[in-house]
């Protein structure tokens, strides 16, 4: 659950990555880091813990000198947040220089780990598997080149023997150093990587050109669309501005992760042809049907969201039932932490410093709450209870996404299954669980449908709802493994 | 436009106020300070630039000790962002050791600056109003107090005599060290403050108070609301936790600033008796009547709020009208710092970086956008050609709030007159400057009604909407200097 | 153990301030703060914890704006360091506005503290006695002047009945916003305090004057020496460059504190006519009768200096005791903390950090090793013990100091009685503890002679050698309360 | 001119790598940086401008885990104070994982760096020669080993291959992660380099190893002194603490830089067998001869070292000569930046801030200065105008070095030839231009043989004395090269 950014430009492209990265800010908040390189080779790196307004300072970006560069926001997994080995860009200098960032998440990262130490003699500093991709392709373009006239035909070779070495999820965006910005995107196409051009601003200037997580970045700053990055192909533009494209992959399948349009992306962005505004509309369209097949309607008074990103759906389902929709929970924008005076206790984060309920919305009313999904049920649970403190006579909860009951291994961070409310219950033993009146999820098919509907999308990612992993490997063993290390 | 906080607890109070401040952080984030008081007298303060999460490390908050404490977010006027001087709260040690915050404004600070040097031979290092009513009440004090045994009567006695002295809006707590916490409003209520009460944890414990701008502190750390403080009255309660109340004000009457409703505090906030939100829907409710009024209905095929505080009128605008209500911009939460590279240009910020707009919904549709208020009218002017840039055919663009054509001198920061869009202009006028198909702006008395409907409330201060000014001494001279102090 | 200086000059004084403050740096190294005043009154503060270069940032010296201004360095009191409210300069508003600094002890503040809370209803938020000295002033000045029109003259009588109220040794230096610069110097002069002047830079621009603790302040800034302000005097300079002067006291004798010249002050100050420099040659001089006299000379090979301060002295005892004189000690200008690893006991902070010993120096040497005084004595014992280390066959130790046996209370730090070691011990029972083969005391009529030796002074402030205090009220149950204070 | 120091020890090594910092701190205070590795091969890394003290937080240092470390104090060369790209140590990921640290200078980098773009295909960051020589070590063991099963002789065959091909003076430390730390200094041995030894705490336990630039290291953490690490032979320690050594280089001849001895060295090391201390004393006796050949000794006075490097050599010419030593000048230890008010001018540094004189000692006498060495001459130039303006009848003044009058080019920071004082000048000249009655310089043979008198040293680097270099390449072309790229 990263964001991430690449530009190669006339000028300084260090505010336009900034700015893209304030745009991605939804996608991680945990770190975040740039790199820029210049004509010269020379490349310039900064990077920090928090947000990106906090983390960069303006010596550090009028340091960032170059017309290429790349930008990353980080979500940490558990326990890494302030490592500070662990956040990206990372980089290598042999061969040529290399920063290279990343978004996903690879599943064999044990062979891979196993190979730098035995086959490759590479260092790796710590346990992100972006570092060992960085490795995995610097070897090969060690390898790809005999001598140093390095050239698009032979970069793509060695993002192929990539794409032969790694497995998992990954959109991915590197400099090497001299030459120009290299992307690339997973087989599967799991991981979103969208392309957009922009005409220099003096005649004869060459075009600008920018990939990213999200189009809303390209609208921005008034790049046009070329196309989405296909599954396997990579995309290089030189220094000079000069792009070459190539299939880099035997077997591709567009499959993108479900998870992006549920409540990932922004809704102002187009990924894979699909708004993601209008499919959380279907979504809401097709959940109105299912309530509608499990509740009488007159057991609802009105029909709330749970702010923000199930907004559109929530309207949507309160208009196809033809009820009331009121915004009863307002959300905090500010949050801050929690300072222990000595002698005192931790405080328990509460739902509540990011939630209010206005008793006046909710008193003496049956109110249906409607959120994006639900993962551990906790943040459910006191919504549900709020909603009751707050006077609500009965409250049934809905989820635009069905339950989650598997592992997500494909770079959304969550937690093992015995920690996911739905792993192992039916729907109503989880409505027991969160306190609900009711619980209706949406349909699993109706997911599918709501957000590939009238584009050109076949397939989806829809691992952690159904358990289908697209990716060969993924087995039992492999998954005890994750769960292990994530708690240990 | 500033937020306040002032509590007497059991315990210390450093994280409450600081968790209150997170919830008042829209009303101001241009800095912020946190004052405590132990005991012994003795007193801490901290204050810095920014919003409360970046502005207060551990260090700071740990050594603010002490069960008494107050906080304040300042929404800085041009040019004294970065002035630590006019930061609050302010202290000044004799009599007593005082500090003190303030939301309002003082409108015969002349005066009163004149006071201080030639009668009251005290020192004033700011332009700031709050130092001069510190002083003003510091010097009643002395007065009130022939020795030190110091008693709620006293302290009232000096707040009869400052309420004499100074003119304007203003909501005030201060702490005396070693005695307890004094809050008073001015006599015409212009700006908020409610009295929270919270029994002790344990039995025997005392009662638990708060003091602050708007009532939904008190509901997020389970404070029953007690009362608004009224206008004129003090409010003065020991360190011990007693409270004693006395009205020190000749004559009062509430007239509360309309503003407020209008898009300053936050919807899930109860003030004067009367729920921002639910006078956000009647807004709504009568903005649609007189939209209903002049622009043919088939000419709207959709309505979209302007986000954030515009939603729960223009929800209702739609639903009376029998239009269809979607969210065509997306607000972007995450706002950075422009960084000028050696040799570039300024770039002018603008109002993309905040808000974009989603095609899907403009294309070829006829749009009513509904914003709460309009004062300058160069952001509405931008928003209307995004919507044009999005597609949209034809774009009526609605304010919930009247045409602000007179200066707002009771503490919200507003442009000069000649810099307000609908000074000196008919609304058609406007509509042709600001780019709209047609224009549509609540009448005064609709707003009035809006707000008041259904409470207590009998009055307002409108006077940027009317010129009505319900202190005596605002005359256009008054008026001028203001303006011309502004720009200097 | 401070610093202090203050200036009124043509332009902005800050750089002159800092400047100067690094010259003083050896007078305290815990904290450090600046103030300065504009014409119109307006005031600017900033202080900060540890050495001048550290302490402040570009953005903080530009702030301090103003021609008239005061800084200080501080050498904190134990478990005061991090102490922020302890720092100086200290503020109050009323009457005027009013920053002060100082040099020294007060030795009645239970009796001031008092008056303040039942007499003055001043807040003091500290333990300081700068703040309460501030506090005496600030209320008499409000005595003093019935209206605004203070002059010299009404502020001396301010100083007069401020002499009257306190008790000890003090250096003063105060800003009186909009006014001048005051500084005074107790009735004793036991603390330094010189003026000096610079004529204008252009002509017809008024003198700048600087007063401050040390001569070579005003040496290095190329200021010619006035005077040193006598004891009970108080100096007055206008924001304008104008002088006034007038004795404030009823009854001074110049009794100047022999530390000064023992170790505190800089080698190349000319403190009351005194060249400390050549006081400590003296001091050597003497010494060496004194070594002649309990030392067989064939047991001394080689003389050594403990550096830095001891060093003219040594230099003199081996020239006339014609012995050889060599540096065997080094020492390390550059100090660092000490890091915790978790799981790590803490480490003992040791002499040889700072000091280093050449084993070339020492070995089969009997060596003769003179340090300023002895106070603990754990640093003598350790340093002896490096010796011993080295190879010395036997060490004999001396101090240019008689042996301190009793509290100083006049502003210099010193650790409660019975952690003196010469506190009820002989001195051969000194230098059993110690470890030494022979120790060698300075006699305290030699140190006197010494010091006052050719010069105009008559007296001097031994109370530490003697037990005699200057001032009239350091009774048994005085000296048991400070230390006690100093425990808790 | 930096100091190195790195160690193995069996416990975390990252405060033992701090002190030792701090004792080789007057080698270099522009930057400093800190490297260790986990016995997993994990490696740590911190660096920042400024002064060990100021340079590492708590939080950095306890980042720092392992048992294996190394560190460094930077001595910036003009323009690259601030060069965060320039701070050592260097790190490389590819093979194994290395960081190096380096003092010294290569003087054949324009034909590395070609190499590195041509033939190694590495990727430089930065001007430095250290990242080039950490470059040119990485692709020589890239070289060796053909597999994983790196041991020592791998390590040396490869350290081999780089005196190969690098030139120039190099003392170097390097972790190649999960293998252990190598050092190795170059084959004529020009900068310094000590192995020390240090039993394991616990019985059983490994010794632990330290290597550095100085032996006052080892001396003050208890180490033994094994030896100076050979001209031309590496050291190589496992992450267990064995130890191996080889002889890497062809033909080896120990010439080490006198500069050393000169003034950089701490007086209390022992370098190559020789006593810095002694033989600044020898310097002093050589001088004393020299002197008195050219000035009748009845127009001396008194003789005055300028601190602190040359009192030593001033000490022994004071009593070869039978004149009186004294300290005429006073070091300031502390200085700090200068704060530029907007509108006011820059001021020019001054030696006054660091030194000041006290005008009794000078008043009325015929002084000898005594200096280490002279190199540009503006200081001398200022001090000399210091004792005529503190009152001396006559200055004479005497280096312990003789004339410089070629550039340094092993590591040194020299101007360039034309900003040498006695580039071109003869001593009577020399006089006049720095405004002596007198010059006095140590002749180039005296020099030489006060420092390798008694020891083992039958030759040192004396280039910038003589213009013989050692290293074979050192043609004119190189010095115009070398001096051109400074000034650019």
């Given at each position: 659950?990263?964001?991430?950014?690449?530009?190669?430009?006339?000028?300084?492209?260090?505010?336009d990555?900034?700015?893209?990265?304030?745009?991605?800010q939804?996608?991680g908040?945990d770190?975040?880091?740039?790199a820029?390189?210049?004509?010269?080779?020379?490349m310039?790196?900064?990077?920090?813990?928090?947000?990106?307004?906090?983390?960069?300072r303006?010596?550090d970006?009028?340091?960032?000198?170059?017309?290429v560069?790349?930008?990353?926001?980080?979500y940490?997994?558990?326990g890494?947040?302030s490592?500070?080995?662990?956040?990206?860009?990372?980089?290598v200098n042999?061969?040529y220089?290399?920063?290279?960032?990343?978004?996903g998440?690879?599943?064999?990262?044990r062979?891979?780990?196993a190979?730098m130490?035995n086959?490759?003699?590479?260092?790796l500093?710590s346990?992100?598997?972006?570092?060992l991709l960085l490795?995995?392709?610097?070897?090969?373009?060690?390898?790809s080149?005999s001598?140093?006239?390095?050239?698009?035909?032979?970069?793509?070779?060695?993002?192929?023997?990539?794409?032969?070495?790694v497995?998992?999820?990954?959109a991915?965006?590197?400099?090497?150093?001299?030459?120009?910005?290299l992307?690339?995107?997973?087989?599967?196409?799991?991981?979103?990587l969208?392309?957009?051009?922009?005409?220099?601003?003096?005649?004869?200037?060459a075009?600008e050109w920018?990939?990213t997580?999200?189009s809303l970045?390209?609208?921005?700053?008034?790049y046009e669309?070329?196309?989405?990055v296909e599954?396997g192909?990579?995309?290089?533009?030189?220094?000079?501005g000069?792009?070459f494209?190539r299939?880099?992959?035997?077997?591709t399948?567009?499959?993108?992760?479900?998870?992006?349009?549920v409540?990932l992306?922004?809704?102002d962005?187009v990924?894979?042809?699909?708004s993601?505004?209008e499919?959380?509309?279907?979504?809401?369209d097709r959940?109105?049907?299912t309530?509608a097949?499990?509740?009488?309607?007159d057991e609802?008074?009105?029909v709330?969201?749970?702010?923000?990103?199930s907004?559109?759906?929530?309207?949507?389902?309160?208009?196809k039932?033809?009820?009331e929709?009121?915004?009863?929970?307002y959300?905090?924008?500010?949050?801050?932490r929690?300072?222990?005076?000595p002698?005192?206790?931790?405080?328990?984060?509460?739902v509540?410093?990011k939630?209010?309920?206005?008793?006046s919305?909710?008193?003496?009313?049956?109110?249906?709450?409607i959120?994006?999904?639900?993962v551990?049920?906790t943040?459910s649970?006191?919504i549900?209870q709020?909603?009751r403190?707050?006077?609500?006579?009965s409250v049934?909860?809905?989820?635009?996404?069905?339950?989650v009951?598997?592992p997500?291994?494909?770079?959304?961070?969550?937690?093992?299954?015995?920690?996911?409310?739905a792993?192992?219950?039916?729907?109503?033993?989880?409505a027991?669980?969160l306190?609900?009146?009711?619980?209706?999820?949406?349909?699993?098919?109706?997911?599918k449908?709501?957000i590939?509907?009238?584009?050109?999308?076949e397939d989806l990612d829809?691992?952690?709802f159904?358990?289908?992993?697209?990716?060969g490997?993924i087995?039992?063993e492999y998954?005890?493994w994750?769960?292990?290390?994530?708690?240990?």
């Open positions: 659950m990263c964001g991430i950014v690449g530009m190669v430009g006339n000028g300084p492209v260090n505010q990555i900034y700015d893209a990265l304030l745009l991605l939804h996608r908040q770190a975040t880091g740039i820029t390189a210049e004509p010269s080779g020379i310039h790196m900064a990077k920090a813990e928090g947000m990106v307004r906090e983390a960069f303006t010596r970006m009028r340091a960032l000198l170059g017309n560069g790349l930008g990353h926001v980080r940490a997994t558990k890494t947040a490592n500070e080995e662990e956040m990206q860009p990372f980089y042999a061969p220089g290399i920063v290279l960032i990343h978004n998440n690879l599943t064999n990262t062979e891979l780990t190979d130490a086959r490759d003699r590479r260092h500093n346990s992100s598997d972006t570092e490795n995995v392709l610097a070897g090969e373009l060690q390898a080149a001598d140093v006239d390095l050239d698009a035909d032979r970069v793509f070779d060695a993002v192929e023997r990539t794409h032969a070495r497995e998992g999820a990954y991915v965006i590197a400099i090497i150093a001299g030459y120009g910005l992307a690339f995107r997973d087989p599967f196409g799991i991981r979103p969208i392309l957009g051009r922009r005409a220099g601003a003096a005649a004869g200037d075009d920018v990939v997580s999200e970045v390209l609208e921005n700053a008034d669309i070329v196309r989405e599954p192909e990579a995309v290089f533009i030189t220094d000079d000069e792009l494209t299939q880099c992959a035997q077997r399948q567009l499959t993108p992760c479900a998870f992006e349009y409540y992306a922004r809704p962005s990924m894979n042809g699909v993601v505004y499919s959380r509309l279907r979504m809401g959940l109105a049907d309530i097949k499990h509740v009488p309607l609802i008074d009105v709330m969201p749970i702010p923000d990103s907004r559109p759906s929530a309207m949507e389902v309160a208009r039932l033809g009820k929709y009121r915004e009863g929970f959300k905090n924008r500010y949050v801050g929690t300072f222990i005076m002698g005192q206790a931790v405080r328990k984060k509460s509540r410093q939630l209010n309920a206005m008793s919305e909710f008193r003496g009313k049956n109110v249906l709450l959120d994006d999904s639900i551990r049920g943040t649970m006191q549900i709020m909603a403190d707050a006077g609500a006579k049934i909860f809905a989820s635009a996404a069905p339950p009951r598997h997500h291994v494909y770079g959304i961070n969550m937690p093992s299954r015995h920690e996911l409310v792993h192992g219950r039916t729907i109503p033993e989880i027991e669980v306190g609900a009146d009711r619980m209706v999820y949406q349909e699993v098919e109706d997911l449908a709501a590939i509907e009238g584009s050109d999308l829809m691992s952690c159904d358990g289908r992993y697209i990716t490997t087995t039992p998954l005890d994750v769960e292990k290390s994530q708690t240990s």
